[in-house]
């Protein structure tokens, strides 16, 4: 079995980080074409997705969303080679509560953001929970996991970004059902399939280190 270049760590937080990113600058978009509208309330929702917002203003809401989205997803796409990327990730996702993020992918983008601080850093927590014995069949299950929360959260960010595609009740619902309960479960399992490769990974390293003479 060939095992894959990239950690896992840095895997997530980049490639899920940088969807994250990217789907909240669409959400920004939309929150700008409302133009100069002044929300119904701080807690407001569009295109079904709820949302903070301290500007009476949904063009400059906009505004700040959009530059905030893509500051996000460059951090995740060319600084997460470095637990500081993580970490840049996370302070900018806190950034984005009050400036009209979704909330529902401001805190996936969090936990991306988390995954990321755990780039190159002691593994305690998950080296704690995972029984040896399981780490090596849950780390062949990494990568298909992985491209199928690829593929689930790709939906479940165009279900928010393109209201379209949920005018339909049945399609609403079938993609409801995969981008939000599917992505849920898939990333969970991601997480720890993901964490197990992880371990695995430098577990490998360090048994090579130790027969170096």
């Not at 896992?8 to 920004?28: C, D, E, K, Q, V």
């Amino acid at each position: 079995m060939g095992e894959l270049k990239i950690p896992p760590t840095r895997a997530i937080a980049s490639t899920f980080g940088a969807i994250a990113g990217l789907s909240n600058m669409a959400y920004a978009v939309a929150e700008a074409l409302e133009g100069h509208a002044r929300p119904a309330a701080g807690f407001f929702t569009l295109n079904g997705q709820p949302a903070i917002t301290v500007l009476p203003d949904m063009l400059v809401t906009g505004v700040i969303g959009f530059c905030l989205g893509l500051a996000f997803a460059i951090c995740a796409i060319f600084y997460s080679k470095r637990w500081r990327g993580g970490l840049m990730m996370l302070l900018i996702a806190c950034l984005q509560i009050p400036f009209g993020a979704g909330l529902v992918r401001l805190f996936q983008a969090m936990i991306y953001g988390l995954v990321g601080t755990r780039i190159g850093r002691p593994l305690l927590f998950w080296n704690a929970i995972l029984p040896r014995s399981m780490r090596p069949k849950l780390s062949r299950l990494w990568p298909a996991s992985f491209a199928v929360c690829a593929i689930l959260y790709v939906i479940h960010a165009l279900t928010g970004a393109v209201p379209s595609l949920t005018a339909s009740e049945p399609r609403r619902s079938i993609l409801l059902a995969l981008g939000g309960y599917g992505n849920l479960v898939c990333f969970l399992l991601m997480l720890v399939c993901g964490f197990a490769r992880e371990l695995e990974m430098r577990a490998g390293m360090a048994s090579s280190f130790a027969t170096i003479p």
